[in-house]
């Protein structure tokens, strides 16, 4: 398929676990963003690639998530000493540079439960 | 004060009526607007821009009033298949997507 796919799907952690969430753009999207819901709420910004750069890591709610694009490519979230209050899906959404540069195309999300 | 605000709902309609959603921004800085449509346990999807000129898409028609920073969406003819969540996004320079909580839709026979 020709979407963002996201890994895993489904992930449930003990507290105080470590948990890597990965996503595969779009081929050739540049931007790449990852975005947190929690249940009943819409998603919420945590950071924002441009290739391999992090332009934008306001959102992350701790210095416990931490997010990387090394290639510019595959993009993964860490989340280190998982917390109950981290339990929500994770999405992650790909923009091309110029082919209707405002739309952003949303994986599947990775639904984390924290026990 | 969340910086996209919009009835959560739930709205319950029967089919064929005409149901309005309306959400307010807080940031007048902000550059773009939409609604993206959320199956349950499903991603957000792009329903439509919402333009100062108005849109309108089929059933669906989109109004930005800049002045009063408020974005409507306005369904017609609602289909059992409208049944969704609705949100109200708003686009900020770097492109990050703000979103509205989201107004539940319900369509019933």
């Known amino acids: 398929g020709a979407g963002v796919s996201q890994s895993p799907r489904y992930k449930v952690a003990k507290r105080g676990q470590d948990v890597a969430l990965r996503c595969d753009p779009i081929s050739g999207h540049v931007s790449l963003f990852w975005y947190q819901q929690a249940l009943g709420q819409g998603p919420e910004f945590l950071t924002y690639f441009q290739n391999e750069a992090q332009l934008d890591k306001s959102g992350l709610p701790s210095d416990r998530f931490f997010a990387e694009r090394p290639e510019g490519s595959v993009s993964t979230l860490k989340i280190q000493r998982t917390q109950q209050e981290d339990s929500a899906v994770y999405l992650c959404?790909?923009?091309?540079?110029?082919?209707?540069?405002?739309?952003?195309?949303f994986g599947p999300g990775t639904r984390l439960t924290v026990t | 004060r969340k910086e996209v605000e919009q009835d959560p709902g739930p709205f319950n309609v029967p089919e064929g009526a005409t149901v309005a959603f309306n959400c307010t921004y807080s940031?007048?800085?902000?550059?773009?607007f939409f609604w993206y449509r959320q199956d349950c346990r499903k991603e957000p999807k792009l329903l439509m821009s919402v333009y100062s000129s108005g849109n309108e898409d089929g059933r669906f028609t989109a109004q930005l009033n800049r002045a009063s920073q408020y974005i409507s969406l306005l369904i017609r003819d609602s289909k059992l298949s409208d049944s969704a969540t609705y949100l109200c996004?708003?686009?900020?320079?770097?492109?990050?997507?703000?979103f509205g909580q989201g107004t539940e839709l319900s369509v019933k026979p």
């Open positions: 996004v708003v686009n900020k320079i770097g492109g990050k997507l703000i």
């Open positions: 940031n007048s800085a902000s550059q773009s």
């Open positions: 959404a790909t923009r091309a540079a110029r082919d209707r540069p405002y739309e952003q195309y």
